[in-house]
């Protein structure tokens, strides 16, 4: 096992991940900018080193910073959460240089997995239902036309390179087609760097699941059931769920079977999520993330079991501390993020919290990294903390979900919480009748 492990984050993920590390016994150091220097995790770390300055370019992805603190404080394991430099191969390729253990998967796999073409092939190797489309990369318009003929319209163009819904172009006709082609190279020009772009099936009603898995680092795989995340904003997930509300056991156990081969298959090491569209009844492969998600406590109140210490042990050698048949899922979990934003603008809110009070009793878990006269720079993610309730069914989570909302107390910012509250009285939301489109649909409407 690690002596000592440097979290390469901020925010409440940092703290979950020091939470997991002082239950197994092992030391803690985190880095941080300046702006971070009155952080929770920074407090309750063991060691903490400032690496640089507010801007994320210069401290939380500053590699170079981060690998000379791992060398002064004698870390001899890197956990990097989600986002910052969880899924950069090369990060993962250098601390292994160093013979610094990075807490997920390797380099190689982070590669393959951060080219949507290469992912979806392999996707398809590895007998995963895929949204039909282009083999690769689309030439010019003459190819995209006579694929977009074969698959039927609508399609989607999407960019290889593509992250955080960008570069994504639909066209209905093909009239339609040549201008989303050239737009969506442009974009994923722009902001990726590689104007590689693919075609898709465009999918008009699905539901966002994803699944799970876990490499055990010795050719197993496992699988922890699926999340649905279809409740998004611009494609980013506001509320999230364990089990999905559209599945019943037989699909849970034959699409996380896939998944747990696919994955034993490819040789992968440590946590991972298959993301899906699902559309009557059926699965399609849109990516892989190589890291913890932001929505994985969900999965912890239905599994019992806590998945950043199985990052752990497995990074360390030590293997899963389940076997699939030990996985059993119980009742019902919903996660809410609670943003620092606008309810009905989603502009950011940054400033101090004057109070903060935290719902609590049976069932509830408040992941969150702020406190009472904390001051929420305005540099980073908007992400304040997360309320993940769990009960022994639907019906009863969202009871004590609404319970947990109105005791909730963020003063002195504004926050998403009075989204989640009128949520949780809707009742598409209360028959788990919604898709992927859903959301920005009823916010349109401003009801
Ligand atoms: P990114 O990595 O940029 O987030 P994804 O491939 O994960 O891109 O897609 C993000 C979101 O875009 C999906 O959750 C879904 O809402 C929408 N989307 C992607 N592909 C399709 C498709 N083929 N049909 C319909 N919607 C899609």
């Known amino acids: ?14 703290l979950r991940v020091l939470r997991a590390c002082k239950e197994l016994g092992i030391q803690t150091v985190v880095v941080h900018s300046t702006a971070d220097s009155d952080a929770m995790h920074v407090r309750l770390a063991d060691e903490s080193v400032c690496i640089g300055p507010p801007p994320s370019r210069e401290s939380y992805l500053n590699i170079h910073q981060i690998v000379a603190a791992c060398e002064i404080t004698g870390a001899d394991a890197v956990h990097p959460g989600y986002g910052f430099l969880s899924e950069n191969a090369k990060f ?6 160093h013979n610094i253990t990075f807490i997920g998967p390797s380099g190689d796999h982070i590669r393959i997995m951060g080219d949507k073409i290469e992912a979806k092939r392999t996707a398809r190797r590895l007998g995963i239902p895929v949204v039909p489309g282009s083999d690769g990369a689309i030439g010019d318009e003459k190819e995209a036309k006579r694929v977009a003929a074969e698959i039927g319209y ?18 209905h006709t093909e009239a339609d087609l040549e201008v989303a082609l050239q737009t969506a190279k442009s974009e994923a020009g722009a902001a990726f760097g590689d104007d590689a772009v693919y075609i898709e099936k465009y999918l008009e009603k699905p539901r966002h699941i994803e699944v799970q898995v876990f490499g055990d680092g010795a050719g197993g795989g496992v699988h922890f059931g699926e ?14 769920e364990a089990n999905s509300p559209a599945l019943n056991a037989e699909e849970r156990s034959r699409i996380g079977g896939i998944c747990a081969k696919a994955i034993a298959d490819l040789g992968y090491s440590g946590a991972g999520t298959i993301e899906f569209l699902y559309e009557n009844g059926e699965f399609y492969f849109i990516e892989m993330n190589t890291r913890l998600q932001v929505e994985h406590p969900v999965t912890e109140a239905i599994t019992g079991i806590d998945l950043v210490h199985e990052q752990i042990r497995v990074a360390s050698g030590g293997g899963l501390s389940v076997r699939q048949e030990d996985i059993k899922f119980n009742g019902h979990a919903i996660e809410c993020r609670i943003n620092a934003e606008d309810p009905r603008t989603f502009t950011p809110s940054p400033g101090t919290i004057t109070h903060f009070h935290t719902p609590g009793g049976l069932g509830i878990r408040v992941d969150s990294g702020v406190y009472s006269g904390y001051k929420i720079p305005p540099y ?34 504004k926050t998403t919480l009075p989204l989640f509250r009128d949520l949780v009285g809707n009742p598409d939301i209360a028959n788990g009748d919604y898709d992927i489109h859903w959301l920005e649909k009823y916010l349109a409407k401003g009801e």
Do not use: T
């Open 1 to 14: 096992m690690f002596q000592k492990i440097l979290i390469a984050n901020r925010g409440e993920i940092a």
């Open 92 to 97: 993962a390729d250098i601390l292994a240089a």
């Open 154 to 171: 609508p399609v989607i163009i999407k960019a290889s390179a593509g992250g955080g819904g960008r570069g994504m172009k639909v066209a």
């Open 227 to 240: 999340r649905d995340c279809s409740l998004q904003r611009r494609h980013q997930k506001v509320w999230e």
């Open 380 to 413: 980073y993610d908007s992400l304040i903390g997360k309320l993940i309730v769990h009960g022994r069914n639907r019906v009863e989570c969202m009871m004590r979900l609404r319970r947990a909302l109105d005791e909730f107390v963020v003063d002195g910012i």
